[in-house]
C-alpha cells in the first residue's frame, strides 16, 4: 500500500483582543474604561516549513557491489576450475601422498638344494637396525655425546666401527639411518636387551624422566640369505648382495625364479598410523621357487677336500675337479680351490670369488689327445694296433718336437701312443687324416668342434668362457702340430670332462647340465629341459677308444697307473701342458691335469681334475692328479653303489716289432 502523507502541521495565526466581560445584575454602570493606546509590534516572521531530506541514489553502489562479487566469483570459478580440471591429477596424487602409505612386501627367496634335497642357500629372518638420528640430538638425549655414547655400545654387536655409527647418528635434520643390513635375530635380541637396560636405569634416574641412550635404536624384518656348508660348492652357487639380489653364480643365473615376485600393501592413515576402518588393499608377494640342481653333497664335498688339499701341497694357483654323469651329463661335483665362504664375503678374496672350473681358459695338453685318436679311428686311418714308429725328435714346420722324456726310437701301436702320451705319435697319426697338413687340419678341427670345444658348455652361467679354437685356415706353422696334441687351444674343465663322458656314452655327447628341475610356489616340480644330445663318434670307435685308454691307467707302460681303483676297471688320460700365465702374457709353469671313467666296461661316471702352476713337487698329471682321481672315483662309485667290474681288461698292446 501506498506510504501515508505526514500530518501537516498548522501555523497559529495572530491573537485575537478579548471581549469585555458584562457587569453583573444590579451593578452601577461604570464608565468605560479608556482604550489603551495601541502598541506598534515588529512584523511577525514568516513561519519555516521542514526541510525535505533528498537520499541518493542507490544504483552507482550496487553496481559497484556487484562487480566487486562478480571478480570474486570469478576467481573462485578460475580456481576450481585449476583444481579440479587442468591440474586435478597433480592435486589427487599429492591428496594421496600424504593419505595413503603404501609398502613393499618383500617376496621369499627360494632354496638352492642338491639332487636330493638337502639345502645348500636358504633364506632365514633377519633385521636391518635403524636409528632416529633426532632422539640423539643434545635437545632429545640430554646428552652432548649420545651419538659417541651409542655407538661405542653398538659397534662389538653390529661389527662396525663406533666413528662409522656415530656420523650415521649425528645425520641432520633426519628421522631416519640405516645402521646395519640384515642382522641375526640374535643380535637384534641383544640389542634390545642392553636397551631395556638402559630403559629402566632412566626411569631410575632423574625422577623417573631420564632418557633411555638407546631408545631410537629400532628395528626392520628383513631376511638373510645363508649357506648351511660354507665353502661348499660356493663356486656353482654364487652369492647374494647387499640388495638381496643374486651377484654370482646360480644365485645370478637363476635370480628372476628365486627372487619371486614383490607384494604392496596400501592402507590410509591419519597422523602416521593406520586408519582401522578404512581397510587395506594390496597385492601379496609371491615366493621365488627352488632350485634343485644335479650335484650330490657328498660328492662335491669329497672332491672339494681331494683338490684342496693337493692345490695346498703342491703351492699351486687353483684346482678344479668335475664330476658328472656319463648317461646323463649331469654334474655331479664342480669344486675349486682355493674356494670362499659366500657367508662371509668380507673374508673373501676377489679371485677366489668365482668358478673357476668354467671362467679358466687353459690349455689342455694330452688329455686332449682322446679327441685326436677319436678322429684318426673314425676316419679309418689306422687301428689300435697300427705300428708307428716315435723318433726322439721330430722336425715339423719351423720347429723341432719332442715328448716329455728323452728316448730312443720308440716302436709302438697307435695304442701306445695313447698309452705313452706321446706327442710325436700324436702329430704322425693325424697327419694321416687327409692327403695334405691343410686337409688334415680340416678334419681335425672338425671332429674338435664336434666334441664341444669352443662352443659354450650349454649350462648358460654367467662369465662361463667358451674357450678359443681358431679356424683351421688360421692355424699358425706350429699350431697344425701342437694342436693334436692339446697346446694352440684352450678349454675350460667342464668341456674337458664332457669330451670324456661323450666317449663314455658312446660317441654321443649330451650337453652338460646343472639343474635338475625348479618346485614353484604352489610345490610342483617342474624338471629341467631334456639336454641337447649330438653323435660325435660311432659306438664302435668309442668303445675301442675306452679299451685304448684303460691302458694308460692299466698297463706297467701307461702314464696314468696311480689312478687305478682296486676292483674297477678305470679308463684314463694324463695331461702336461705349458701355461699361459695370464699376467705375463706368455709360458710360464705348468697345467696338469688327469680325465677318465669308470668302470671302463660299463662307464657310470666321469672324473676330471686340473692344477694351475703347481711349484711344489711333481707337476706331471699324473703324479699329481691321478691321486686325486682315484680318491674322488672311489667315493662316488661307492655312494651311487656302482658294482666293481666284473670282466678283466681288454689290455691291448703298447709296444710293436720294428719295421725291417
Known amino acids: 500500500m501506498p506510504p501515508k502523507e505526514p500530518p501537516r502541521r498548522r501555523v497559529p495565526g495572530p491573537a485575537r483582543p478579548a471581549r469585555p466581560r458584562p457587569a453583573s445584575a444590579g451593578a452601577r454602570p461604570s464608565r468605560p474604561a479608556p482604550r489603551p493606546a495601541a502598541k506598534r509590534t515588529a512584523p511577525r516572521p514568516p513561519a519555516r516549513q521542514p526541510r525535505t531530506i533528498r537520499l541518493g541514489s542507490p544504483r552507482p553502489r550496487l553496481r559497484l557491489i556487484s562487480l566487486g562479487l562478480t571478480l570474486v566469483m570469478l576467481a573462485f570459478v578460475v580456481r576450481l576450475l585449476q583444481v579440479q580440471a587442468v591440474d586435478a591429477s597433480a592435486y589427487a596424487a599429492k591428496a594421496d601422498k600424504y593419505r595413503f602409505q603404501e609398502y613393499t612386501l618383500s617376496a621369499e627367496r627360494g632354496e638352492i638344494t642338491d639332487r636330493n ?65 640384515k642382522q641375526t635375530p640374535q643380535v637384534w635380541n641383544q640389542i634390545k636387551d642392553l636397551r631395556r637396560v638402559y630403559g629402566q636405569k632412566a626411569q631410575r634416574s632423574a625422577g623417573g624422566n631420564g632418557v633411555n641412550l638407546l631408545g631410537g635404536i629400532l628395528s626392520e624384518p628383513s631376511t638373510k640369505r645363508v649357506y648351511p656348508n660354507g665353502e661348499l660348492a660356493a663356486g656353482i652357487l654364487g652369492y647374494v648382495n647387499a640388495e638381496g639380489k643374486g651377484a654370482g653364480g646360480v644365485e645370478s643365473m637363476l635370480d628372476p625364479e628365486l627372487a619371486g ?72 661335483a664342480m669344486a675349486n680351490a682355493p674356494g670362499f665362504d659366500p657367508n662371509d664375503l668380507s673374508a673373501a678374496n676377489a679371485a677366489s670369488m668365482g668358478n673357476a672350473a668354467l671362467q679358466d681358459a687353459y690349455e689342455p695338453g694330452s688329455t686332449s689327445k682322446v679327441m685326436s685318436m677319436a678322429a684318426v679311428l673314425e676316419e679309418g686311418k689306422a687301428t689300435p694296433d697300427t705300428h708307428v714308429t716315435v723318433p726322439n725328435r721330430l722336425h715339423r714346420g719351423d720347429r723341432l718336437f719332442k715328448d716329455d722324456v728323452d728316448h730312443k726310437t720308440w716302436y709302438l701301436t697307435l695304442n701306445g701312443v695313447l698309452a705313452k702320451s706321446s706327442n710325436i705319435g700324436t702329430i704322425l697319426a693325424t697327419g694321416q687324416l687327409g692327403a695334405t697338413q691343410a686337409e688334415s687340419n680340416r678334419v681335425l678341427h672338425g671332429y674338435l668342434r664336434k666334441f664341444g670345444i669352443g662352443s659354450p658348455s650349454g649350462l648358460n652361467y654367467p662369465g662361463e668362457t667358451s674357450g678359443i679354437l681358431a679356424k683351421p685356415q688360421d692355424w699358425s706353422t706350429s699350431q697344425q702340430y701342437t694342436i693334436p696334441f692339446g697346446q694352440g687351444l684352450s678349454v675350460n674343465a667342464l668341456q674337458a670332462a664332457s669330451v670324456y663322458s661323450t666317449i663314455a656314452n658312446g660317441g654321443v655327447r649330451v650337453e652338460p647340465t646343472l639343474v635338475r628341475g625348479t618346485k614353484g610356489p604352489d610345490g610342483r616340480f617342474a624338471p629341467a629341459p631334456t639336454p641337447k644330445e649330438t653323435r660325435v663318434v660311432s659306438e664302435k670307435t668309442a668303445d675301442t677308444l675306452a679299451k685304448m685308454l684303460e691302458s694308460v691307467v692299466d ?6 697307473t ?64 691321478g691321486p686325486i682321481y682315484k680318491k674322488v672315483m672311489e667315493f662316488a662309485l661307492k655312494t651311487l653303489h656302482v658294482a666293481p667290474t666284473g670282466s678283466a681288461p681288454a689290455r691291448l698292446p703298447v709296444f710293436s716289432e720294428p719295421t725291417p
Open 117 to 181: 634335497g638337502i639345502a645348500l642357500a636358504a633364506s632365514v629372518d633377519a633385521y636391518d637396525i635403524t636409528a632416529d638420528p633426532k632422539l640423539f640430538t643434545p635437545e632429545e638425549s640430554k646428552v652432548p655425546d649420545a651419538p659417541e655414547q651409542a655407538a661405542a655400545l653398538l659397534a662389538p654387536l653390529l661389527g662396525k666401527e663406533p666413528a662409522e655409527l656415530a656420523k650415521k647418528l649425528r645425520t641432520p635434520k633426519s628421522r631416519y639411518t640405516l645402521l646395519a643390513r
Open 261 to 332: 615376485k614383490d607384494g604392496k600393501i596400501r592402507f590410509t592413515q591419519s597422523g602416521g598410523r593406520q586408519v582401522p576402518t578404512a581397510g587395506s588393499q594390496g597385492t601379496p608377494a609371491v615366493p621365488g621357487s627352488d632350485i634343485e640342481l644335479t650335484i650330490d653333497r657328498d660328492i662335491q664335498w669329497a672332491a672339494q677336500q681331494a683338490i684342496t688339499e693337493q692345490v695346498r701341497k703342491s703351492k699351486a694357483d687353483r684346482g678344479y675337479v668335475i664330476v658328472q654323469d656319463t648317461k646323463t651329463g649331469e654334474v655331479l
Open 555 to 560: 698297463d706297467r707302460e701307461g702314464t696314468g
Open 562 to 625: 696311480r689312478a687305478a681303483i682296486p676292483g674297477y676297471r678305470v679308463a684314463g688320460k694324463t695331461g702336461t701342458a705349458n701355461r699361459v700365465d695370464p699376467e705375463l702374457g706368455r709360458y710360464k709353469g705348468y697345467t696338469a691335469s688327469f680325465a677318465g671313467f669308470a668302470p671302463a666296461d660299463e662307464p657310470r661316471i666321469t672324473v676330471y681334475c686340473a692344477i694351475q702352476n703347481p711349484t711344489k713337487g711333481s707337476y706331471f698329471g699324473g703324479q699329481i692328479c
